[in-house]
């Protein structure tokens, strides 16, 4: 199992990960917010229901205090923007809700092609690893 790292204090540390939960960040980029902007990409949401996706979807247990303040980080780098709304996805009356805008779209296909990248690497080195054994096998 592969060790968990924070890059450059990119990862809060009150995300709780669920057994299985092997990545946090790639290149800087927080596995955290490549799961939220994938999960905007198709429909707004308010951080509730994000909050309830991430364990749902993603195993994935990230505390308000965390979800939050990356929302509004993400909205402030310009990659979502927020609206009031009334009732739809919102768990009460009103809420805020978020959805991707087209900066945010560019960074998740970006991000994506680099996460993909990475797992292919790791899928080489681990191709690289087995040949070397069976090799020292005889």
Do not use: C, H, W
């Not at 980080?73 to 978020?98: C, P, T």
């Not at 296909?109 to 080195?125: A, C, H, P, V, W």
């Amino acid at each position: 199992m592969m060790q968990r790292e924070a890059v450059s204090g990119s990862q809060p540390q009150n995300i709780t990960p669920i057994p299985g939960d092997t990545v946090t960040s790639i290149k800087g980029f927080a596995f955290l917010d490549l799961v939220i902007l994938s999960m905007l990409e198709s429909v707004p949401m308010t951080g509730y229901v994000l909050k309830k996706r991430l364990v749902s979807q993603f195993r994935l247990k990230a505390s308000y205090g965390t979800l939050y303040p990356k929302l509004r980080s993400l909205e402030k780098e310009g990659i979502i923007r927020s609206s009031k709304v009334r009732g739809g996805f919102a768990s009460r009356s009103s809420g805020i809700s978020y959805e991707l805008t087209a900066a945010g779209k560019k960074s998740l296909e970006s991000n994506l092609q680099s996460f993909d990248g990475f797992l292919r690497r790791i899928r080489q080195k681990e191709f690289e690893a087995d040949s070397q054994l069976s090799a020292s096998r005889y």
